[in-house]
């Protein structure tokens, strides 16, 4: 089975939305040494990754709940609002 697309319409075509990125600060592992058999230090890193990621998603769901041009028609009647509110100042 084919995983269901949700396009434009019943088509497979991508939805005209706004992507999110987010980079993170690296984490550094030279703290850790090279001893990899070290079970404490692998549950150490593994967490404070877990934990750097699921805080980059939560930053990146609370930005994309707060902007107004996340969706095409908001977005589009934003940038024409402010077309026309620099027309006017012209």
Sequence with gaps: LFPFVKGIG????????RMYFYFGEPIDTKRFGKDAEDEAKRFALRDETRD??????TYLRKYRRQDL???LLPRV?????????E????
């Excluded at 027309?87 to 012209?90: C, E, G, I, L, T």
Aim: hydrophobic share 40%; net charge positive; no cysteine.
């Design 69 to 71: 041009k996340k969706d």
């Design 10 to 17: 019943p088509t497979p075509l991508p939805r005209p939305v």
């Design 52 to 57: 750097a990621v699921e805080a980059g998603i």
């Design 77 to 85: 009647l934003l940038q024409l609002k402010e077309f026309v509110a």
């Design 87 to 90: 027309r006017r100042k012209s």
